[in-house]
Structure formats: C-alpha cells, structure tokens
T-cell receptor, first 114, second 116 residues
C-alpha cells in the first residue's frame, strides 16, 4: 500500500533564507508524487508534480522538488523564502490505479519570519 | 474563468440536522471528489465520482451521501448519522481517473461546517 510521511509538522524560516520541507513515501511501484499548498481557509493549489520523467521537478513560485528513489524521498525546496510562502504544504502520492486515489500527508505548516 | 465553486463557505448546524454542501465545476471534468480536512490529519476521501450517475465510497463515507445527476455538480449531504461532522470540506475535480500517469486535482475553496 502507498503511504506518505511528512517529517515536520511545523517549519519556521526567516525571509530570504532557504526552505526545506521533507517528505518520504512508500510505494510498491513507481509512484506519481505531488506537492500542494494551502493558504488559510482556502482550497489546495498544485505546486508541482512528478510522474516518472525528470527527477528534479520545478514548480510555481520558485519551488522545486527532487525525486530520490534510493531514499524514497520527495523533499520540497526553495532557495529564498518570501512572506507570501507562509502556508500549509501537503505531500501527496497517487496509487496509480483506475481510481487515481491520492494519499495525502498530514501537512507541514511553514512560517516565514520577517 | 473555469473553476470549482463551493457553497456555503461557512455553515452552522444543530445536532440531528442534515446539511447539504454544494459543489459546482465548469471545467468539463469527468471526475469529482469530496475530502474532509481536520487539523493535523491531512485530507481524507469521503466519496468520489468518475462519471455521471455513478459514485463510490472513499475511506470515510459513513454518515455522508452524494449524488451525481449532472457532470457539473456533486453535492455532499452530511447526515445526522455522522458523529463528528465539524470539519473543513473540500471538493475537487480532475480530467480523468483511469489510464497512465496521474491526474491533477483542482480544488474548490472549501466549506467549513460547525455543529453547535
């Protein structure tokens, strides 16, 4: 069965410093992986997705993630945090089956300090 | 602009009452989904529908019901049988569910239900 673990429930960075949000997955085959962002009381927005093409995936707003099969990881990074990046981030794995069921991580709340 | 509209944004319910949350999309997507979000638990799938007049239970369907009479609409009813209905409910849609690759979900802005 597929699963996803977000290693940090809260991350705090200073504006202008790098962001690292960690995600590990478990899958019996080559998974599809996603990062979504959610601002307070809003729906989720796709940041980026990995679907077995390039292992380094670039997303919106300067975010990127690297798929590392040997480490079963899909960590999200950004070189320089902006105040507007403060939000909750979800790592998601797809089961790839006919139902396209998505398994969501429990989320990482990113705080950006001025 | 294409998107998903959820209403109402905030809803208060007395215990024992059924309530219906609306979800409408104009993206021409075949598949629609309902998720429940609780603090610290991520999103959990309630029901999904791949085509009109067909839907399947997700992981936490007990106490909920849905219908899919039109491609654009997928309302969710929270019944009095749902023991802990206070939560944030998110509707989503995607272009297709079968085949290779995985499809991106487009989410609505959510509906927050509070039981008094």
């Amino acid at each position: 069965a597929q699963s996803v673990t977000q290693l940090d429930s809260h991350v705090s960075v200073s504006e202008g410093t790098p962001v690292l949000l960690r995600c590990n997955y478990s899958s019996s085959y080559s998974p599809s992986l996603f990062w979504y962002v959610q601002h307070p009381n809003k729906g989720l927005q796709l940041l980026l997705k990995y679907t077995s093409a390039a292992t380094l995936v670039k997303g919106i707003n300067g975010f990127e993630a690297e798929f590392k099969k040997s480490e079963t990881s899909f960590h999200l990074t950004k070189p320089s945090a902006h105040m507007s990046d403060a939000a909750e981030y979800f790592c998601v794995v797809s089961d790839g089956g006919a139902t396209n069921k998505l398994i969501f991580g429990t989320g990482t709340l990113l705080a950006v300090q001025p | 602009d294409g998107g998903i509209t959820q209403s109402p944004k905030y809803l208060f319910r007395k215990e024992g009452q059924n309530v219906t949350l609306s979800c409408e999309q104009n993206l021409n997507h075949d598949a629609m989904y309902w998720y429940r979000q609780d603090p610290g638990q991520g999103l959990r799938l309630i029901y999904y529908s791949q085509i009109v007049n067909d839907f399947q239970k997700g992981d936490i369907a007990e106490g909920y019901s849905v219908s899919r009479e039109k491609k654009e609409s997928f309302p969710l009813t929270v019944t009095s049988a749902q023991k802990n209905p206070t939560a944030f409910y998110l509707c989503a849609s995607s272009t297709r569910t079968a085949g290779t690759g995985a499809n991106v979900l487009t989410f609505g802005a959510g509906s927050r239900l509070t039981v008094l």
